[in-house]
Structures are given as structure tokens and as C-alpha cells.
């Protein structure tokens, strides 16, 4: 299992959550990468029903910084904000084309 948390810590206010943004996401595509993505989400503690784009390749949770962080100490890979998100997007879109 990979798990991926990205580091764009944009300052935004999402809902009533003011906070510092980044993105929590799998690499594997389909099915497969959101039983990941949720599996991980739920030791995290978040809530399966905040996933962003949910089937898609751009499938994805927003975190705050202090979940980021757990997201980390829990094995999460960090990654760069950009192309690394875009080369795991465009796997995923390459692997569900077939």
C-alpha cells in the first residue's frame, strides 16, 4: 500500500475549517486505489464521505497541515505539489484507458 501526501500547503478556508491545505491521495487506479485511499483516510480518521473526485483519476482527500503530518507518521510518502500529482493523475488516466 502507497499513500501519497502532497505538499502544497495552500492557507484556504474550506467549509469552517481555516486551514492549510494539501492533498492525501493513491497511485493505484480504479477501485483498487479508493478501498487504499479510504483504508488509510480511516486511520487518519477522516471521513469517507470528504473524499474530493471520488472515482476518478484525480480521486483525493484535502487535509490540514496537523493531519498531513499524521499522514506522514502513519508511512504516507510525500511528494511535490505539481508534477509528481500530475505523473500519479496521468498513470492512473493511462492504466483505466487500458
Same mark, same amino acid.
Given at each position: 500500500? /502507497?499513500?501519497?501526501?502532497?505538499?502544497?500547503?495552500?492557507?484556504? =478556508?474550506?467549509?469552517? =475549517?481555516?486551514?492549510?491545505? @494539501?492533498?492525501?491521495? @493513491?497511485?493505484?487506479?480504479?477501485?483498487?486505489? +479508493?478501498?487504499?485511499?479510504?483504508? !488509510?483516510?480511516?486511520?487518519?480518521?477522516?471521513?469517507?464521505?470528504?473524499? +474530493?473526485?471520488?472515482?476518478?483519476? /484525480?480521486?483525493? !482527500?484535502?487535509?490540514?497541515?496537523? /493531519?498531513?503530518?499524521?499522514?506522514?507518521?502513519?508511512?504516507? =510518502?510525500?511528494?511535490?505539489?505539481?508534477?509528481?500529482?500530475?505523473?500519479? /493523475?496521468?498513470?492512473?488516466?493511462?492504466?483505466?484507458?487500458?
Amino acid at each position: 500500500m /502507497t499513500i501519497y501526501i502532497d505538499d502544497m500547503r495552500r492557507p484556504a =478556508v474550506v467549509g469552517p =475549517v481555516d486551514g492549510v491545505w @494539501s492533498h492525501l491521495l @493513491s497511485d493505484l487506479p480504479g477501485a483498487a486505489g +479508493q478501498r487504499e485511499l479510504l483504508a !488509510f483516510a480511516e486511520r487518519l480518521g477522516i471521513e469517507a464521505r470528504w473524499i +474530493q473526485n471520488a472515482g476518478t483519476a /484525480t480521486e483525493h !482527500f484535502d487535509v490540514t497541515e496537523p /493531519t498531513r503530518q499524521r499522514a506522514l507518521a502513519l508511512g504516507a =510518502v510525500p511528494i511535490r505539489y505539481g508534477r509528481a500529482v500530475a505523473a500519479i /493523475t496521468m498513470a492512473k488516466r493511462e492504466a483505466a484507458a487500458g
